[in-house]
């Protein structure tokens, strides 16, 4: 039996373990940080309310789009070519591409209750009430 190779295992096997047990926990504080500070969700509304304003640019017709998450904690910002949400000192935006043809209403809204994003004669707005667009 060698003795000296199954201490040289156990030492490698515990130098992995405790190499493993740093990065978890260099990991998890790197995102318990993150999702603390709302970054995540900034993000994830900038994304996600550019790609409504990217749709409604591409359907014909006037629409309204109700967005159905409370953002009373935020504060968007409709440009001519971005969007912006941001929380404190923490802000993302989303780009998107330029279009001739629609114009956009620039807005900004702090702490909506209620986001409504609408089209009507090829002019994208944003509002914090309901508002009726005719067909």
């Known amino acids: 039996m060698n003795k000296r190779g199954v201490t040289e295992w156990i030492l490698w096997s515990i130098g992995v373990m405790v190499i493993m047990l740093a990065a978890g926990a260099i990991l998890w504080t790197r995102f318990s940080t993150l999702t603390d500070s709302h ?12 790609l409504v304003v990217d749709t409604l640019n591409s359907i014909p017709g ?5 967005y159905p998450i409370d953002l009373s904690d ?6 001519n070519d971005s969007l912006a949400v941001s929380y404190g000192d923490i802000k ?4 998107f591409q330029k279009n001739y043809f629609i114009q956009i209403q620039e807005k900004t809204l702090v702490g909506p209750k ?11 707005y944003l509002h914090d009430t309901i508002v009726t667009i005719p067909s």
Do not use: C, H, M
């Not at 209620?114 to 994208?124: G, H, R, V």
């Open 92 to 95: 993302a935006s989303y780009y």
């Open 39 to 50: 970054a995540f969700e900034v993000n994830y509304y900038s994304q996600d309310i550019g």
């Open 114 to 124: 209620k986001l409504i994003i609408s089209k009507f004669n090829n002019k994208i």
């Open 62 to 66: 006037n629409q309204r789009i109700d």
């Open 74 to 79: 935020y504060t968007i910002e409709l440009n």
